[in-house]
């Protein structure tokens, strides 16, 4: 039986009887929009039997889509009156019983999923987009690929390529997971209510291997956060702090990993700053 979604009237009615105003604290912008919630679904290439995590579901609209799709949905909801209801909504719309499981929790304190989901689908707020997806992808690595629904600025950040402007820790952080792309334009209108920033949808792969171990990945994220944290400065004066305290020392170690010391963060792509972190590590000791 095909579950059916919530239309724009259904969604302001649901909100009003749990006495829920969209807040810009939570960043609550809810889809009222069908075509746009089938449309994340298809970008995800989810399929009858895969099993999603779903961050911030709201009032279902997405949710209802990806059960619609057949897929069984982790569902992980900060809002206590939201996550209560998502179930009854479920049903009362034609989910399966024992398709959807909701987790009543803020997402970055999140640490185990039930089923170990292979796909991440969402529509996050734009204060804590990043963090909770580089909280998701480094805490559960069954995650191969997703779509996430993002402010413009965030997704452009997410898939920017190196000498770019929006070229960024993000950007890096990101990529150490995987390729990332934009995967569409998302029109203000289908928002309830209309947020007065461009959303974009943002999709990733996760790849096959692990380009480091998670000592490695810590210490190359301590080095992409001092370069970009002073991202005008050459990496010699950037990367200072981190590499031993004098420029000229920072120098050296960054020739041995085969960097230009006068080079800037947002030349370097993650295996650079993975090879720096190389050379730190096996360092002689003083």
Known sequence: MAV???GAGEIRALA??????????????FVVDANTVRRIVQAARVVAGEHVVEVGPGLGSLTLALLDAGAEVTA???DHRLAARLEVTAGAHGAAPGSLHVI??????????PGDPSVLVANLPYNVSVPV??????TFPALQRGVVMVQAEVGERLAAA???KAYGSPSVKASWY?????????????FWPVPNVDSVLVAFERRDTPIGSEDERRATFALIDAAFGQRRKMLRQALAGVLGGSSVEASALL???????????EELVVHDFLRIAHVVQTRPSA
Request: proline share 8%.
């Open 133 to 138: 997806l580089l909280h998701f992808l480094e």
């Open 178 to 190: 995987g390729p990332w792309r934009l995967a569409g334009n998302v029109p203000r209108q289908v």
């Open 4 to 6: 059916t979604l919530l």
């Open 104 to 113: 009543d929790a803020d997402a970055l304190a999140v640490t185990d999923l």
């Open 76 to 78: 992980v909801e900060i």
């Open 16 to 29: 009003a009887e749990l006495d829920v105003t969209p807040t810009k604290k939570l960043g609550q912008n």
């Open 162 to 164: 190196p000498r770019t």
């Open 255 to 265: 020739e041995a990993a085969g960097v230009a010391p006068t080079a800037r963060g």
